[in-house]
């Protein structure tokens, strides 16, 4: 059994939002952050995912890209996970209405990513310009003291990066190409929710460009392809 290092995380008692809606910024074109978690709370976060690293208990690869990661999922913290979506949608409406449609956000992957300097073969060093497995896509520096390892989008001009911040959330369509420079020394972990709305991708699938073929699963899960929704089931 996991010993959690800090159960309030669980609870959902922990983790309390800032006041954002005032402080959105625009960093390029499609490309927007805004204060979300506090420094204290993202170093909780940071303290509960090494810690359950270090138990000894089995985790997957988080996706295809990024070894050393972990899904939010497996830890337990879906729940918390949920309430930042909720939080974050009204945002995600506003800034991409066409990533949406009626069903909304109705399913997410949440998992972390961690890029390490310490040139070791297994660490995660740089991520390839690519695209996300989502309608949108919300970025969350949770720790870091490194250089190098900055987060670069596709833009008229070129590939331009931005600048990041502990707790402060970087949101973008999941079609906006971008990717992450090598880091050169030092430690970076951050939260990725890949948010997905089913009326959006239930036509044609982000990843293959095909119409997908629906396969039910419970609610809120999968890839976010669904049945139709009075079925209350995903795939």
């Not at 997410?108 to 990513?113: G, I, M, N, Q, S």
């Not at 044609?204 to 997908?212: H, I, L, S, V, Y």
Request: net charge negative; proline share 6%.
């Amino acid at each position: 059994d996991y010993r959690k290092l800090h159960p309030a995380l669980f609870e959902g008692t922990l983790i309390q939002f800032q006041h954002f809606s005032e402080g959105i910024k625009t960093l390029l074109p499609g490309v927007f952050s805004f204060p979300l978690v506090s420094t204290k709370q993202c170093e909780i976060v940071a303290e509960e995912i090494q810690h359950f690293k270090k138990s000894g208990l089995p985790y997957q690869q988080p996706n295809s890209m990024n070894k050393n990661g972990l899904l939010m999922e497996e830890l337990g913290l879906n729940k918390q996970i949920e309430a930042i979506v909720r939080v974050i949608e009204p945002v995600i409406k506003e800034k991409f209405p066409e990533m949406l449609g009626s069903t909304g956000i109705d399913s997410f992957k949440a998992f972390t990513v961690e890029y390490c300097g310490d040139g070791s073969d297994s660490s995660d060093v740089e991520l390839a310009t690519h695209f996300d497995n989502a309608e949108v896509t919300l970025n969350i520096p949770l720790a870091g003291d490194y250089d190098g390892s900055e987060l670069y989008f596709e833009t008229k001009a070129g590939y331009l990066p931005v600048d990041m911040s502990i707790g402060t959330a970087i949101l973008h369509s999941g079609r906006h190409l971008h990717g992450v420079m090598p880091i050169e020394e030092g430690y970076r972990l951050n939260l990725i929710i890949w948010m997905r709305s089913s009326e959006v991708r239930n036509r044609e699938c982000p990843m293959c460009k095909e119409a997908p073929t629906l396969e039910a699963v419970e609610f809120g899960t999968g890839d976010g392809f669904t049945v139709p929704r009075d079925t209350n089931k995903l795939c």
